[in-house]
């Protein structure tokens, strides 16, 4: 008998461990997320935020994002929306995020949180093709 030592978590554990998370706080504090609702007790619906990074044309501005993780989740991505307007190659017009345009969503794997989309969405707004786009008036939203 081969053991190969992984245990799957079940999702709303998986989901209890990053509620816990977010609400301690992640590292330097330029992401962070909660659940949109206490009472949704699939823990389906989340908000995230990402502050923009230095340097770029996000610099100091403040993302909001609405992340939806069904049944499958983290089996499957999350789907990602910003609410804030935003001007980036991987998010639609409608502020969802594509996830053929990007990487963490279209290569999803169960070892990635919420915290790898929005840390991994922050790196993005640094990249050089999206550390000089034209922004929409700050404060904006879809």
Known sequence: MQGTGN????????????????EKGIGDGTVSYGM???????????????????????DGRIYTLKIY???????RPPQVRFTSRVQMSCVAP????????????GRWNRGYTMETVLTELRREMAAPHNRKLPQPPEGSTY
């Open 94 to 105: 409608n502020g969802v995020v594509d996830p053929r345009m990007f990487h963490v969503l």
């Open 7 to 22: 245990v799957v978590v079940p999702r709303n554990f998986r989901l209890l461990e990053e509620l816990e998370k977010g």
């Open 69 to 75: 993780c069904d049944e499958q989740y983290p089996d």
């Open 36 to 58: 949109d609702n206490a009472d949704d007790l699939l823990m389906r619906h989340w908000t995230g935020t990402i502050i923009g990074p230095p340097n770029t044309v996000h």
